[in-house]
Each structure stands twice: as structure tokens, then as C-alpha cells.
């Protein structure tokens, strides 16, 4: 079931209880999660509808908050982007959350603007007995995008091109140094290091994307768990618990390897509990819309489950028997397809990724073949099984159509008939259409070498006759005539 946004619409079937906070033992505990869905509803920050923006698209939603938060400037970035801190409630203990400290890595950054809304709401819309348990009890400090420059590329690094969660150590970095400065001058009880992992993660032994990764990063080699980081584990068992509601089974755990030179480590190290939170993917949900609300979800609740101390509850061994990460997808694998080579012919499984490259609030998607043979223990967003299916190679319509003569009926024409790419006039370069054919102009003519490390351009065929075209890692099925995505003309 979709939404008008295409976002799945799961949690009117949840069968929890309409009451808030209250188990069935009237024991406090985590928020409901339908509860948790109509907060995000009605705070979603409106401005921001993608992942990519920058600074200035943030810094007037940072002035404009009202008088329960105190704003400040805590530094600014190589480049002279102010970075700031947010500080709401009067509580005892002190949570620091900071995101985006990977510039491409937003999801999280665009929850927190939606949690400011929330916790600044007015009284009247039932949701104040959170808010006030969230007030009296805690007393939080935010800085979302602590890299505004690789922001503004969106890119990981900063503009010194250093990494900088690798710098928590040798301090190189002006953001790396805020950072750590917010944290001692703070002293936080607790730690929200928010990022964004890359879609191939999966959750160990199953084809579901880890949709969202969790640590409770170690402090020493020996990964030995002290009562801070015992505190971390306890607050992700919460959130674990809440998504497996929401997105069952597709909830992972870093390996909790140290490494010496990043943040999350060194802050549990310096005696914060410290939680990563990992945004992967979702399929169906490419500006990672969703997985924004999921994140607004969990922040909510796990900082009621801190107010409330309601955490506690949970133990070391539930965060243990979270599944852990593993990295077997890819974005489309097919499986068992014949390969003429000469006069033999072999079975292989042809895995493809993509990569993204964005184009206004277009996000293109290039294909590339990434690994051939048996590709048994991977999975794919998109699977095929091309069992008595043959690979053939396409050919190139060299006579030039223009733009306006090539409609999408005739681009399946021409697919129809073996054409996986058509040329047009030169002055239509880097233009972006949608036909479900390779669009080049003189010069650029594309390479159908069907091997590793090439782009996936081939037919699948059943008994000699075209079934699938495989156009730059995207599926066309030719007979359905269904397909949608964006490409340039070359
Ligand atoms: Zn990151």
C-alpha cells in the first residue's frame, strides 16, 4: 500500500493500543508508535524535501526557532560557514546529538529539524506530556551539519578533504575540533553520532536492506563493555525494538572493530554513551523520505526512554542478538543467464550497482557491472532469474533522429528491433529524457562491451525472441513497455 509520496503505509495495521506510554502492566514505556507517526506528520519541517541542501537552506530554520531554544555559533567551517549549536530543555541529564558530519549524509540532519518543530509545538496538540518529560528531564544540545562545505558539494569530506571522523584525535579539521570541544565543555551523559550508510548493506543472512545500522561503539581494542557503554546498548535495544514494528528484519549491527581515530569510539572512550545511528536504504524511497521519518521516530523515543530512564529495562544481550550488517546487495542481479563466448556458452550472474549523480532534484543513475559468475550469496533490489534466457549483445542506430522525432514509441521500436542506443544532433547533449533507449550525440558512441567494469547494456532473450533490455543497469521489459527512469544523452 502507497501513500500520495509513495511511502508505505504500515503502521495503521500496528496492533498496539491506542493509549500512549503505558504497557500493558502499566509500566512506563516506549512511545506508540502510531503516536510517534502523526507527531512526524504534523512536524515534518516542510522546506526541506530532499536530501540534498546546504547551509543556506538551514540557517534560517536555525534563527528562526523560538525562545525554548538558545542558538549558537560554536565555530565555523575551513571555508567560513558558521556551524551552531541548538540547546533545549533544563533537565539533569545531557544528551549531544550531531549529524551530518559526512557532508552527502543528510537523512538524520532533516529529522532534526523536524524534532526542533516538534519540541517547540504548542501545548494543546497531545503531545506535551512527552515534550514536558523530554523538558524537565533532559537538557539536549544539537548540531546538525557539522560539514556545511561537503554539504554544499555534497560530499563526504571537508574542504581540507579530510575525513572527519577520522579526526577526532589529531584535531586537523575546525570541524573536527568544534566537535570535540562541544563535547568536553558539554560533558553529555549521552551521544547521538547520526550518518548515512551506503544501500548495499543487508542484514546478515537475509536480502533485506539495513535499512537502519546501529553500534554502541567500543572504547578500547578488547571491545570490553564498562557501564557507559552498557547505557549505549540499552538505548538501541529501545529503537530496535520499535523499528522491527515498523520495518521488520531490516535492522542491522556494525562490527564493533575500535578504530583508534573516530568520534564515536573516542567519546565512549571519553565517557558518553555513545549511539551510531546508520541511515541505509529503503527500497521504493530514493530522496530517503521514509527513512527520515524512521529517524525521527527513534530520536523521539529514545530521548523519552532516556527521559523516563525507561532504557534501563533492556539488556546487554538483547543489543547482542541484533543481526549483524553484512554488505551482499546490489542494485540489480541476475541470475543463470546463458553467455555465448565463441563456439561455447556458459551460465553466469551478472551483478550490477549504480552510481547516483543529481541533476537539480533529478537523481540519474549510472549502471556498471560489478561482478560475473556465481553470485549465489548476493541479493539484488531487483532480481531476475534468466533460466533458459540467452545474453545478446544490442546494436547502434547511427542515422541521427532529432529530439522531437524520437518519441518514447519509437525509442521501443527501435529497442524492439535490437537498437539499445540511436544518435541525434550534437546540440542535445547532456539534455536529460526519459526515453528507455542510450541517447548519444556524434563522437559518443557507447561501448557494448558486456563484461566486468563496463556499463549494462544487453538484451535477455527466450527462445530468439527480446524479452528484457537491460538499458544502463535499468530493466526494460518489453512486452510491458514498463519503465521509468532518467538518462542523459550522451
Ligand atoms: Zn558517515
Known sequence: MKSSLGIPVIFIFLSVGLYCCQEKEGKPSAINPEILE?????????????????YQHIAPLISNRNAQFETKVVGKSIEGRPIHSLSFGEGARKVLLWSQMHGNESTATM?????????EGSGEDGFESIR?????????????????????????????????????????????IILKKARDEFSPDFGFNLHDQNRYYNVEGSSLPATISFLAPAYNKAREVNAVRSKAMKVIVGMNRLLQQLIPGQVGKYDDSFEPRAFGDNIQKWGTSTILIESGAYPGDPEKQFIRQLNFMILLDALYGIATENYLKYTEEQYIAIPENDSKLMDLLIRNVETVAGDNS??????IKSSERFLDSLILMKGNIVDWGDLSVYHGYKEIDASGMVLEKGKIWKEEIPMEKLTQGKAMDLLSEGYLAVATNKANQGQVHQLPIVVFTEGNEPNFTTTLDEPPL?????????????????VVMLEEEDFSFWQLIR
Open 38 to 54: 502523526s507527531a512526524f506528520a504534523k512536524y515534518k519541517e516542510p522546506s526541506i524535501d530532499n536530501r540534498r541542501f546546504g
Open 111 to 119: 529529522a532534526l529539524f523536524d524534532l526542533f518543530n516538534f519540541l
Open 132 to 176: 514536558q518529560a523530554i523538558r524537565e528531564n533532559l537538557r539536549l544540545r544539537f548540531i546538525p551539519m557539522l560539514n556545511p562545505d561537503g554539504a554544499e558539494r555534497f560530499k563526504r569530506r571537508n574542504a581540507q578533504q579530510i575525513d572527519i571522523n577520522r579526526d577526532a584525535v589529531r584535531q586537523s579539521s575546525p570541524e573536527g
Open 346 to 351: 556458459y551460465r553466469t550472474d551478472i551483478g
Open 458 to 474: 544487453f538484451y535477455l532473450t527466450e527462445e530468439g525472441e527480446r524479452k528484457i533490455a537491460i538499458v544502463n543497469g535499468q
